[in-house]
């Protein structure tokens, strides 16, 4: 069976979520302008991506050399080789002295930044050969599951990278941050990313090189630096010009050339702990975060269940006509908003009405409508 069509018309979450639904096996490409993904699926189970053309990075070789786990010398000798079998995964889980645990969280890290990414394009064609061989040597995923976390790590990715951790941001390592090779967090492959990120900062590179040069999704590396920076091994800095030309700095230590800027510094600081502006700051930063607190867990759980209704939609064509179907589906195990009562479905379960918004957007009252 061949499947193709065009993004603009059926998105890639539809075709994957089809082919899981429909639990079909075979390989779908996925291409827009210049990049092309292939992704291989066994009775509707992701279980793996690879690079379609001689000259694209394979996923799994790009996380392996990456994070450090493959030389670059075996990498070009992977590669090179690729034309010589086609099931190229196989070969590396084989023949990698790597534990295999360390080899399938490797191969999960490579396969969830794929599904990030063509998660993103709306613009290209899509085409699924069923009829196309498939590595046979792999446990699958719920294609269902991973398509849920991926638009979890797309949203808070979303969220970094408009807050604090935008990709033009430089990171540099604070003294006392040495990499250490028996520190780290538990896990093989975090502890992994952690060293390979920490041994690429030379202060030149913005946090959107680094996405590169690990070859990993945006949303690890921006975790990564999540995490050093709370533990103050870190510092971000922004390097850039407004429209009036002014320098934008992020957490950038104050450099100044002249002595006597110096002492208008102390003086500048004198004047606002004066007037009690830092401690202004302070108290309405925090203020803010509290009063916000309420709404984001709302949001945070309206945006949940819509994911959840759009699942039963695609399942059974129609928006349930409760929510507690949602239960019954074993789409929702936690309870039930004290708002469940005003959902109600319109247009014959084509759409749905929910009064009060609960899962609005922040800063919103309007009610969620389909």
């Not at 590595?135 to 807050?163: C, H, Y």
């Not at 004047?271 to 867990?297: D, I, K, W």
Request: with cysteine; net charge negative; aromatic share 6%.
């Amino acid at each position: 069976m061949a499947l193709q069509g065009s993004l603009s018309e059926f998105s890639v979450l539809e075709t994957l979520q089809l082919i899981g639904l429909q639990k079909k096996t075979g390989r779908l490409e996925v291409t827009s302008g210049r990049i092309r993904q292939c992704l291989h699926f066994r009775d509707g189970l992701l279980i793996g991506c690879e690079a379609t053309r001689p000259n694209d990075r394979d996923p799994f070789l790009a996380a392996l050399a990456g994070l450090g786990q493959l030389g670059s010398e075996d990498e070009r000798r992977y590669r090179a080789s690729t034309s010589e079998s086609p099931d190229l995964w196989s070969r590396l889980m084989e023949s990698i002295p790597l534990e295999q645990e360390t080899l399938e969280e490797t191969r999960q890290l490579a396969m969830q930044a794929t599904l990030d990414q063509v998660l993103l394009w709306n613009r290209g064609h899509f085409h699924f050969d069923a009829d196309s061989p498939v590595p046979i040597g792999f446990a699958g995923w719920n294609t269902e599951q991973v398509l849920l976390e991926s638009m979890r790590r797309l949203d808070e990715a979303a969220d970094l990278k408009a807050g604090e951790f935008g990709l033009a941001s430089v990171a540099t390592a604070l003294p006392g941050a040495q990499i250490d090779l028996e520190s780290g967090p538990d896990d093989a492959v975090a502890a992994s990313l952690e060293r390979a990120f920490l041994a690429r900062l030379d202060g030149r590179r913005t946090l959107g090189d680094l996405v590169k040069a690990l070859g990993v999704a945006e949303y690890d590396v921006l975790n990564v630096a999540r995490v050093l920076r709370s533990q103050r091994r870190i510092r971000l800095e922004v390097r850039g010009r407004a429209a009036d030309g002014t320098q934008l700095l992020l957490e950038q230590p104050l450099r100044l050339r002249h002595p006597l800027l110096y002492v208008g510094a102390v003086m500048l600081a004198a004047m606002l702990l004066a007037t009690g502006l830092v401690v202004h700051r302070a108290t309405a930063l925090v203020t803010a975060s509290e009063a916000g607190a309420p709404q984001r867990a709302d949001y945070d759980e309206g945006r949940d269940l819509r994911l959840a209704l759009e699942v039963y939609q695609l399942r059974h064509g129609a928006y349930p006509a409760r929510l507690d179907a949602l239960v019954e589906a074993g789409l929702w195990t936690t309870p039930l908003p004290s708002s469940a009562a005003s959902y109600r479905p319109s247009d014959e379960g084509r759409g749905y009405l929910w009064d009060p918004p609960l899962g609005s957007a922040p800063g919103t009252d309007q009610p969620i409508k389909r």
